[in-house]
Structure formats: C-alpha cells, structure tokens
C-alpha cells in the first residue's frame, strides 16, 4: 500500500504561490515546494506531473488576483477601474506581477485575457453603447498600451509607490482624451 500523502493539491499550489510572490514564478522548484511543506518534492508529482504543469496553474491563480483587483470600485467607471486595478496590482505584487506581465512566455496569453476581459466589462457602460466592437477593441488596445507601461514602470521602481489617487488621476488624464476621440468618432460614422 503506498504511503498516505501528507500533503493535497491545494497546499501545493498554495506553497508555490508563495515562492512565486517572494521570488517569481519563475524561481519555483518542485524540490522548494516540497521543502516549504516539510516534506519530500515525489508527493507533489502526484499531483502535477511537471513542474510546467505546476506553474501553468499558479499563473492561473494570479490571473485571478488580477481580476479580483480589477473588479474594485476605486472610481464610477468599470472602464478606469481595470486600469487602476492593474497598476495597484503591479504596486502591491510585484513578483507576481513580473510572473505574468513580464514573463516573455506568459505576458501574450494573459495580456490578451484581460484585454478581452476588459472589452466585454466595459461594453455595457453606456458611454460605450454608441462605439461599435472595432472600435471598442481599437481603444481597449490604445488604453492598454498606456495602462500596461505605467504599471510596468511603477512594477519597476521608475515611478515610486503611487497612491491610489495618484494613479486614478493619472490614468484619468491620458485616458480621457482617447475615450472622447473614440466617442466622437463614432458619433460621426452614426450621423452618415
């Protein structure tokens, strides 16, 4: 009969999730999990077959924070709340952060999750009825590249732990421009 496991998935993944915050996804070792959990790395194998495997679903969960953060209401707008959200999870995780957004091999997949996730959060608000879906994507994307380096430059240390605040207004200022250059244009394309 084997030996009862000491430890469950769930306590796998969440040691790995702390290695991952202390030192990126990247840094996690089946051997350092199993250290972290007193015991030996084979257990954990039961499980994941691969450390891959084992990462794949801890940069799941971080997505998941990710959201969680951005589902926040620091502002009236869902659309600059995902922004806000993304930049005060760059400040507050940033070792989960660079796992996910930084990560050559997991910034395309998760980049372009939230870029969706973000398109249909927003779609409802009625600022955004009058924007067709092209549109829609087409400034989703301009906000984004500007979303995306701020808190990679905030995620960094260039731009030093910013308030709350500080980023709402921030992000306020260049994103209103876009929003009301998308929103004039598509009142006009309406009219014709």
Do not use: C
Not at 95 to 105: E, G, I, K, P, W
Not at 109 to 121: D, P, V, Y
Not at 159 to 174: A, G, L, Q, S
């Amino acid at each position: 009969m084997p030996p009862k496991q000491r430890f469950d998935r769930e306590q796998i993944l969440i040691a790995a999730m702390r290695i991952a915050e202390a030192e990126t996804v990247a840094n996690i070792t089946v051997r350092k999990v199993g250290e972290s959990l007193g015991g030996s790395s084979q257990p954990i194998y039961s499980y994941f077959q691969t450390i891959e495997k084992l990462t794949q679903e801890v940069r799941k969960e971080i997505y998941e924070r990710v959201l969680e953060y951005t589902k926040v209401e620091y502002t009236n707008s869902p659309f600059l709340n995902i922004g806000v959200g993304f930049v005060v999870f760059a400040r507050e995780n940033p070792n989960l952060f660079r796992s996910l957004f930084l990560d050559a091999n997991a910034a395309k997949t998760f980049t372009q999750k939230l870029i969706i996730f973000a398109e249909h959060r927003v779609s409802d608000e009625p600022l955004f009825q009058s924007i067709n879906k092209s549109e829609l994507r087409q400034l989703a994307l301009s906000r984004w590249v500007y979303v995306y380096g701020f808190a990679s430059l905030v995620n960094v240390g260039i731009v030093k732990n910013p308030t709350d605040d500080e980023i709402i207004k921030n992000i306020r200022t260049t994103g209103l421009p876009m929003i009301r250059r998308a929103y004039i244009q598509s009142k006009k394309k309406n009219r014709s």
